[in-house]
């Protein structure tokens, strides 16, 4: 290739640059009456010039390909090549580098003219090319390889670096990736120097999001819809009067009418996939609340329940009031399942739970117990929202399972809501739905990206974006607020608390937080009392504010960063239709921050990652104890609703109890548990139901049906994986070998001879209830423990060493640098060393969460429990946290109480006992019934030979309920015996079988005593004598 231009320093002459040789000729031109031609033709080899014949550089310039520099001086010289019939082009060069002697093309402003034999191959591909697809292969541009700097110039991407780097020093790769943004060098360097990129819009802005074709499209009125009459008043008073796109595209598709692609006798299934705040769930109640009015129309009338599903209780919180406040003054019963609401301090919330509502919001596991249970009826509509958390790891398998279940067990219209699906028409496939795409945006979005040098930076920035955005007002009338998106809850609270000291008011808002607070948050935001939120990562699925701009203020989520799925959903919370006109993303970097060691990449390089990013394809795929789990789930769930599935087995000759057989091999057509639509299923039907089988969790002995038993029934119910259930089951037949021989009935004492073995029933009682709770821990531990956040930064500190956030992980990190710590920092953290010395990290969870549960069955709510151990151990929780952690110890206990009952009852009444303690502790009539209080009296035979010291004894109480209740009434008396192999609970028993007239005396010693309390820090142990067992949040 030869370049052609013209030197500014030579009058006349041409230089010709061989860029393969780096030979360079010079010549000049010579007009003529008749035509223009060469003469004083020089080459330079290397530093070598010799003369050159002109017409040996007219060879050269037939051989090659020749391009000329788009610059007035060099472009005449276009005219003595077209008059010698020479084919050349013309180029742009980068003027920076011309001043080192390179050459460098930046653009191409007129392509070489192809060849005769070059446009003959070409037709020939099209030909071709049309033949097997009938499209004609376009010829693609190259994009202008261009960039600005100091406003005129355009230079090559190497040279707008290395001025880049004269201004700002940053690395190397990442002002390359801005410059292929932006293509402005100037832009790049004032992104990193301005004083307020906030106040810059136009320089921080990234791109703009808006709608596109399918927003041109005629909308629906709510008046010409096929909808009943109270659906279109109830949106008349919500001013909805025509539906956006996306639900016009829905009911084109078939969600209210029946179109001819569905061969069910109900409405289209749906798969929609739109951006967050487009409308989605419109989409369902308008299917919803349609089929619920025809079932009441038909002969005889029939209901046809509609149901709500989401990820996470809070979002099933939020959808709940909405329903409830939008449908129950429609006559409609309006129902919240989630799983959970079984401790006490949740009956300070009206919320109706009953499964025969008309609408129900609920969680997958919510819905999915009802199934389970056999309790679930009439269903006429599903929605799942967000059904793209298919993609996770724990749940996704669970999700699946419902879905098939819901799809095989109810002739009812299902339609799945996401925004972020990669792979839309494989899934709308799998489902035998009707597909429905909308890429556009009711809220156009504007994305802004903002480079901070710090955390202080990043912090400043977001008094400003929260500044601003509340101090406007959309045409709709709303101010706007600001939703913060940050990496843990800690993080979160600290923000939130800053920002109140910089004048604004902020709250924070994480899974954290306990119900209550959680709506109180939500109610001010809702009425813009608050100018921003400031929540976490992990819960962007489940947070539904109207927020005009989003903020994220990290890209980390815990340990590892954002996903694409999960960038996309907080984008996506940015801007809501008929309160916003404009919705905005801040995604603030620090270059080069990383969040640990492990992490590869740095945050700079993550948000080009993510701002580029498509969604991710849904892909389920099953683990082993996962399968079994869906099939038994399966199996169970159908019997209840008298579906029997039938045991047919395959016949091919291959071994099918190898795991490793590919999907085609395994999945057999015959047995019709594989008509169950499950899409994350890899393993042979053979193989997991005599798995079952071996496990008795299922009978394959009647061949015209599968049948579970009793045990398999209690393992689905619990939400248990069959290994987890053997495990449990191996440590009740345990348990019940080792106190076989020593429970006893109450039956069992008819006379005085027995009343030393009643002391020994009341330890043998204590015993069991540990082991009980021994076993719920193992089961179920509570693991979300934390170092509070300054003791974690004076450690760090001292020992320069990145402590985790997660006592368990930090544990031992601490235990080895103990000697380094200075004396109060140690004196805070010596109790951990005492506490937990020998203990691995699974021990720390199961004692700490020993000690949640006692706390709890003393009487101490979640808060009080989260203070209890930031004062006994300097341990950080979370009040949302331990209720959470209650409410699965119960739903643990239930499994327990399930299985024992079944293989050895006489341990299920410890299981229930344990249970209704968690429950409610507050409340005297459950307390009495759990008290272990022996109401049997033993009647004296006046012939037995114990009769020296009960002459006037006709009747004798053995003990009072305080003593059979001692090892729940504080911390002195939460002791096991010392047979009780644990090296980490003393034992203190009192009065043993004696009269207990002094009971409170020496409880109060024991409380008393520093080595005996563990709320000895303070020695205000709210629960001593009682005082203050019944106080609640």
Request: aromatic share 8%; net charge positive.
């Amino acid at each position: 290739m030869l370049i052609i231009r013209k030197p500014k320093k030579k009058k006349d002459e041409i230089q010709i640059t061989d860029l393969k040789t780096k030979t360079i000729y010079y010549a000049t031109l010579r007009p003529t009456k008749t035509k223009i031609t060469l003469y004083k033709c020089k080459e330079q080899v290397e530093s070598n010039i010799t003369p050159l014949q002109p017409s040996k550089l007219m060879t050269v310039l037939r051989e090659k390909k020749i391009y000329i520099s788009n610059d007035p001086e060099s472009l005449k010289f276009g005219q003595f090549l077209e008059e010698n019939n020479l084919n050349y082009g013309i180029v742009v060069l980068c003027p920076f580098c011309l001043l080192n002697g390179k050459y460098n093309i930046i653009d191409v402003i007129k392509e070489l003219k192809p060849s005769k034999k070059a446009i003959k191959l070409e037709e020939t591909k099209n030909k071709e090319n049309k033949e097997s697809t009938g499209k004609t292969e376009k010829t693609k541009k190259e994009k202008k390889n261009t960039y600005k700097i100091y406003k005129t110039n355009e230079v090559c991407l190497e040279c707008a670096i290395n001025e880049i780097k004269h201004e700002i020093n940053i690395n190397e790769e990442f002002i390359e990736k801005l410059l292929r943004r932006f293509k402005d060098a100037d832009k790049v360097i004032s992104l990193f120097t301005t004083s307020n990129p906030v106040k810059n819009p136009d320089l921080t802005r990234y791109d703009i999001l808006t709608g596109n074709e399918e927003d041109k499209i005629d909308n629906f009125k709510i008046k010409d819809l096929e909808i009943p009459e109270l659906m279109k008043k109830e949106l008349k008073n919500r001013n909805i009067y025509e539906l956006l796109p996306v639900q016009t595209l829905a009911v084109k598709a078939g969600l209210i009418s029946k179109t001819i692609t569905s061969s069910k006798g109900h409405n289209n299934d749906l798969l929609i996939t739109s951006a967050t705040s487009s409308g989605k769930t419109l989409i369902g109640e308008l299917a919803g609340i349609k089929n619920l009015e025809n079932g009441k129309n038909e002969t005889p009338p029939q209901q046809k329940k509609f149901l709500f599903l989401v990820p996470l209780v809070a979002l099933a919180n939020q959808k709940y009031v909405e329903f409830e406040e939008k449908y129950s003054k429609l006559g409609y019963k309006v129902a919240l399942r989630v799983g959970t609401g079984r401790l006490a301090e949740n009956k300070n919330f009206k919320i109706n739970s009953d499964p025969n509502s008309d609408i129900i919001v609920g969680t997958y596991e919510g819905i999915d117990y009802l199934i389970r249970s056999g309790k679930l009826k009439d269903v006429g509509t599903v929605i799942i929202d967000e059904v793209h958390t298919l993609n996770m790891e724990e749940r996704g398998a669970r999700l699946d399972g419902l879905i098939s279940r819901l799809r095989t067990l109810f002739d009812a219209q299902i339609i799945y809501l996401s925004a972020t699906i990669g792979n839309p028409e494989e899934l709308s496939k799998q489902f035998n739905s009707n597909l429905v795409i909308y890429s556009g945006r009711p809220v156009p979005l504007e994305r802004h990206l903002i480079f901070a040098r710090n955390d202080y930076a990043k912090l400043n920035n977001i008094v400003d974006i929260v500044n601003i955005e509340f101090n406007s007002k959309s045409k709709y009338g709303y101010r706007g607020q600001s939703l913060i998106f940050t990496f843990s809850r800690k993080r979160a609270e600290y923000i939130a608390n800053y920002l109140n000291t910089r004048g604004i008011k902020a709250d924070y808002y994480h899974g954290g937080m306990e119900y209550g607070k959680r709506r109180a948050v939500e109610n001010r935001f809702m009425t813009q009392k608050t100018k921003c939120i400031v929540t976490t990562a992990a819960l962007a699925a489940g947070v539904d504010f109207p927020a005009s701009a989003v903020v994220l203020e990290s890209l980390a989520m815990g340990g590892d960063w954002l996903n694409a799925s999960e960038f996309q959903q907080m984008c996506g919370r940015a801007g809501r239709k008929g309160m916003h006109d404009l919705g905005k993303v801040y995604t603030l970097v620090e270059v080069g921050k990383k969040y640990h060691a492990k992490m590869e990449l740095s945050e700079d390089e993550i948000a080009f990652r993510l701002l580029g990013s498509e969604p991710q394809d849904v892909d389920v795929v099953y683990e082993e104890e996962q399968e079994f789990e869906q099939i038994l789930a399966t199996i169970s769930s159908f019997e209840k609703y008298g579906k029997n599935i039938s045991n047919e087995f395959d016949e091919r000759k291959i071994n099918l109890d190898d795991p490793k057989l590919k999907l085609k091999d395994k999945i057999n057509p015959k047995y019709e548990i594989d008509k169950v639509p499950m899409l994350g299923r890899n393993l042979n039907a053979n193989y997991v139901l005599e798995q079952l089988e071996k496990f008795e969790m299922i009978s394959l002995s009647d061949k015209k049906a599968l049948k579970t038993t009793r045990y398999g029934n209690a393992v689905s119910l619990s939400f248990l994986y069959p290994q987890q259930a053997e495990e449990i089951k191996k440590l009740l037949k345990k348990c019940h070998n080792k106190n076989k021989n020593r429970i006893m009935e109450d039956k069992d004492i008819s006379d005085a001879e027995r009343i030393e073995d009643l002391e020994n029933k009341r330890i043998t009682r204590m015993e069991i209830y540990e082991e009980i709770l021994d076993i719920s821990v193992k089961a179920n531990p509570f693991e979300s423990i934390y170092i509070p956040g300054n003791l974690k930064n004076r450690i760090s500190k001292i020992t320069n060493v990145n402590v985790p956030s997660k006592f368990t992980d930090a544990f031992e990190i601490v235990k080895e640098n103990i000697n380094k710590l200075k004396d109060s920092t140690k004196d805070d953290v010596i109790n951990w060393l005492v506490e937990f010395d020998g203990c691995i990290e699974e021990d720390i969870a199961y004692e700490v969460s020993k000690r949640v549960i006692r706390y709890r069955m003393m009487g101490e709510v979640p808060s009080k429990i989260t203070n209890t151990l930031y004062e006994v151990l300097k341990l950080q929780t979370y009040g949302g946290d331990v209720y959470s952690y209650l409410e699965s110890t119960v739903n643990t206990l239930d499994a327990i109480e399930r299985i024992s009952k079944l293989h050895y009852p006489a341990l299920s009444k410890y299981a229930v006992e344990l249970k209704l303690k968690i429950e409610n502790p507050f409340n005297k009539k459950i307390k009495d019934n759990t008290k272990y209080k022996s109401k049997i009296k033993i009647k004296i035979d006046p012939k037995s030979k114990n009769t020296k010291n009960n002459k006037n004894n006709k009747t004798k109480k053995i003990y009072k309920k305080e003593d059979e209740d001692s090892k729940f009434k504080n911390d002195g008396d939460i002791k096991t015996p010392e047979k009780v192999n644990n090296p980490h609970i003393k034992v203190k028993i009192k009065n043993r079988g004696g009269k207990n007239k002094n009971n409170n005396n020496n409880n109060n010693k024991t409380n008393n005593n520093p080595n005996n309390n563990p709320n000895n820090k303070t020695n205000n142990n709210p629960n001593n004598n009682g005082k203050n067992n019944n106080k609640r949040e």
